[in-house]
């Protein structure tokens, strides 16, 4: 019973190669010989393999080909997207600049009427009555 077993377990594999190689092979030799296969079935493996490589290759190329369409359009997308914000940026600046003239220009207004407030309060205490204007000296009642 142990030889049984050690046999079967050391020479089982050298038998299942042997019965498919031999035994399974001549059989689909037999069945497909009337359908116009070629009478080695190795050759017929052969040309299967060589059809499944061809396709493999092939199904490979067109995957290549589509990823690099789709990272030519990835790419061309970023572009896009990199050239918006570019202007978009360039609008920003030109706001920024626009609005700091305006202040600037703001802030020269309010210096100026400070400055011409301070000369009248100068002018007012200069004059009879401090704290107050007087019609003789003020810019505002000269000019009626």
């Known amino acids: 019973m142990y030889l049984r077993e050690l046999l079967l377990a050391t020479c089982l594999h050298d038998l299942v190669e042997s019965t498919h190689g031999i ?17 080695s079935i190795l050759e017929c493996d052969d040309s299967y393999e060589s059809q499944i490589e061809g396709s493999r290759v092939q199904a490979r190329q067109e995957m290549d080909h589509k990823e690099d369409s789709i990272r030519q359009s990835f790419v061309e997308k970023v572009k896009e997207k990199e050239a918006l914000l570019r202007q978009r ?14 202040l600037e220009q703001m802030k020269a207004l309010i210096a100026a009427q400070e400055q011409e407030l301070e000369e009248m309060l100068t002018e007012t205490n200069n004059g009879s009555r401090p704290n107050t204007v007087s019609k003789n000296s003020s810019k505002l009642f000269k000019a009626k």
Do not use: D, S, W
């Not at 035994?23 to 009478?39: E, I, S, T």
């Not at 940026?89 to 305006?102: S, Y």
């Open 23 to 39: 035994h399974y092979h001549g059989h689909r030799a037999k069945v497909l010989r009337p359908h116009g296969r070629p009478a």
């Open 89 to 102: 940026e360039e609008q920003l600046v030109q706001r920024k600049a626009q609005l700091n003239a305006e």
